[in-house]
């Protein structure tokens, strides 16, 4: 495939972005799986995992990256 490096090679930088992009992908396909009611007894103090105080609904997650001093981290919101 062509990209904008001499020759129409990839740069390095490219193949990064690319690659930042893949894992956040991924990572966006593990948050969905948390979606919906599920029992979140180990952040919920004091309740045992049967408890149905123990369950939490997560509308949806929503993601997006940010560059830090060269460094790229992702913002995570939950509803």
Do not use: D, M
């Not at 992908?25 to 007894?41: A, S």
């Not at 408890?51 to 992702?74: H, M």
């Amino acid at each position: 495939s062509e990209g904008s490096g001499p020759g129409g090679a990839t740069t390095g930088e490219e193949t990064g972005r690319a690659r930042e992009e893949e894992i956040l992908e991924r990572f966006n396909r593990i948050l969905k799986e948390y979606e919906g009611t599920h029992n979140f007894h180990s952040f919920t103090k004091g309740k045992a995992w049967n408890e149905p105080q123990a369950q939490r609904y997560i509308l949806n997650w929503k993601t997006e990256t940010f560059e830090l001093n060269g460094e790229t981290y992702v913002k995570c919101e939950v509803l």
